[in-house]
């Protein structure tokens, strides 16, 4: 097992759902975790899918609660956002887009194709400093609150495995080979460098 406790991100679009709920569940079982969104706004869902409620990523998770319960609570609780943005403001006090930290990471983990071709040219776009490798995986998990729930526990399954990898730069591939089929699910893995 590796010395040192692997530096994970979970990336979404817009840092609401599910990278927050795997943040949640990683965060729990120990492990150093943040969590991001690669939008340009953050976007919870409003009224209707095509017309979201859209906030700046210098909101507050309480701001945007407040905003929210103002306007239908009994509409925004029944859908899950409000319990959703309670649970994010008791786990950090606002999104954060991944473009803006500067942070190393061994491990960033993806919840959609379009936001890890995000995370992998923003990494490429980068001048490479220290040459530490990160691998970034995606599996690709539909943005419910349900699905967000199965996703977070498969994330945190991953990390475990990958913890306990005596050298995770010739084993990762294997691994994610295994994953696809426990899960049923296919994945997505580049390496980059800082």
Do not use: W
Not at 152 to 181: H, K, P, R, V
């Amino acid at each position: 097992m590796p010395s040192l406790p692997l530096r994970i991100a979970v990336v979404c679009s817009s840092n609401q759902n599910r990278s927050m709920e795997a943040h949640n569940v990683l965060s729990k079982r120990g492990f150093s975790v943040r969590s991001f969104g690669t939008g340009e706004k953050v976007k919870p869902l409003g009224p209707t899918r095509d017309r979201p409620n859209v906030y700046d990523f210098r909101t507050t998770y309480e701001e945007m609660y407040k905003d929210l319960l103002r306007k239908d609570k009994e509409y925004y609780t029944e859908n899950g956002i409000l319990p959703m943005l309670e649970r994010n403001k008791n786990i950090k006090p606002r999104p954060e887009r991944f473009q803006e930290c500067t942070d190393l990471f061994d491990l960033i983990l993806t919840c959609e194709e379009r936001v890890y071709d995000q995370v992998v040219e923003d990494l490429n776009s980068r001048e490479q400093e220290t040459c530490q490798p990160v691998h970034v995986v995606n599996v690709d998990i539909l943005d419910t609150h349900k699905e967000a729930t199965l996703g977070a526990f498969l994330i945190c399954d991953l990390c475990q495995s990958i913890q306990c990898m005596e050298d995770m730069e010739n084993g990762i591939d294997t691994l994610l080979q295994e994953f696809e089929g426990k899960y049923g699910k296919s994945f997505l893995h580049t390496g980059c460098f800082y």
